[in-house]
């Protein structure tokens, strides 16, 4: 079983910023696609940014030029750098990502989200 388990979120001034993690465990072989949600109330989720493995990057357009994701393969983890954070900001942010364990096929998960909240 693999878990993605999200740390980092707060409570930010507008302006400030805020640095999301996201760290898989469990008996990982490989990930492919990881990539950060959110879903503001009375919002659909919505994709913020993703990175393949070989590091190509895709963000929305409401973020671009102020978040930056990245990833560590050794560790399993990904990352959300968020600058210039903007009340419209304030969020749940999830992590998804499909993992392969050991002997499997690529599984998409989703880890259990973080609160982002921007004040303003």
């Known amino acids: 079983q693999v878990q993605l388990a999200e740390s980092g979120g707060g409570v930010v001034q507008a302006g400030g910023s805020l640095r999301l993690s996201c760290a898989a465990s469990g008996r990982i072989f490989s990930m492919k696609v990881m990539g950060w949600y959110r879903q503001a109330p009375g919002k659909q989720r919505e994709l913020v940014a993703d990175?393949?493995?070989?590091?190509?990057?895709n963000y929305a357009d409401s973020v671009k030029g102020r978040f930056t994701i990245s990833r560590d393969n050794a560790k399993n983890v990904v990352y959300l750098q968020m600058n210039s954070l903007k009340p419209e900001d304030t969020a749940v942010y999830y992590c998804n990502g499909f993992v392969r364990t050991t002997g499997m096929a690529f599984t998409n998960y989703w880890g259990q989200g973080t609160q982002v909240t921007v004040s303003s």
């Open positions: 990175i393949s493995s070989g590091g190509s990057t």
